[in-house]
T-cell receptor, first 116, second 118 residues
Framework: AQSVAQPEDQVNVAEGNPLTVKCTYS??????LFWYVQYPNRGLQFLLK??????LVKGSYGFEAEFNKSQTSFHLKKPSALVSDSALYFC??????????????FGKGTKLSVIP | GAVVSQHPSWVICKSGTSVKIECRSL??????MFWYRQFPKQSLMLMAT?????????EQGVEKDKFLINHASLTLSTLTVTSAHPEDSSFYIC??????????????FGPGTRLLVL
């Protein structure tokens, strides 16, 4: 079975500084990896995904993520954090759930707080 | 990106009543939709996978008679919480699977429905 670990419950960063939100995964076969962001009382918004190709994936709102196969990691990054980036971030991996179907397995989420 | 809507965004109901939540893919067809439940400060818990024209597949521990799912068209799935009780109060989120041309699949999520059962 697939799994996702987000080792940090919370990440605090000063506005303008680079940010990193960590994610490691475990899955059989080639990994399909995703990052989503959730603002309070809202659903999840898709940020970016990795399927194949370049290890550095660029996504929405200036975010990017680096796929590292040897470390089984997919850390989310942004060069310069904004206060509006403060939200809950979820890493997810797509895995096979049987009978020809796939589903996403989510990490527990990391709360990002950007301090003015 | 693809847009998924949910209705209502929030609902308050009395214990024992049934509540229906709609999930729509607005600009694409979705043969597969998913229903999740999220508790405060926790991750999403998959409840069931909804396939158009067939019965939903429920995750272990989710009562199918309690949470009725219907996926009657390629753009609409509904979740009905039957005989709701206070412990059913939660944030329910749906998502729809979108096939990106040449780039695999992506799940797009609705804005969620906050259910409060009194």
């Amino acid at each position: 079975a697939q799994s996702v670990a987000q080792p940090e419950d919370q990440v605090n960063v000063a506005e303008g500084n680079p940010l990193t939100v960590k994610c490691t995964y475990s899955v059989s076969g080639n990994p399909y990896l995703f990052w989503y962001v959730q603002y309070p009382n809202r659903g999840l918004q898709f940020l970016l995904k990795y399927i194949t190709g370049d290890n550095l994936v660029k996504g929405s709102y200036g975010f990017e993520a680096e796929f590292n196969k040897s470390q089984t990691s997919f850390h989310l990054k942004k060069p310069s954090a904004l206060v509006s980036d403060s939200a809950l971030y979820f890493c997810a991996v797509r895995g096979y759930s049987g009978a020809g179907s796939y589903q996403l397995t989510f990490g527990k989420g990391t709360k990002l707080s950007v301090i003015p | 990106g693809a847009v998924v809507s949910q209705h209502p965004s929030w609902v308050i109901c009395k214990s024992g009543t049934s509540v229906k939540i709609e999930c729509r893919s607005l600009d694409f067809q979705a043969t597969t939709m998913f229903w999740y439940r999220q508790f405060p400060k926790q991750s999403l818990m998959l409840m069931a996978t909804s396939n158009e024209g067939s019965k939903a597949t429920y995750e272990q521990g989710v009562e199918k008679d309690k949470f009725l799912i219907n996926h009657a068209s390629l753009t609409l799935s509904t979740l009905t919480v039957t005989s709701a009780h206070p412990e059913d109060s939660s944030f329910y989120i749906c998502s729809a699977r979108h096939r990106d041309r040449g780039r695999g699949e992506t799940q797009y999520f609705g804005p969620g429905t906050r259910l409060l059962v009194l």
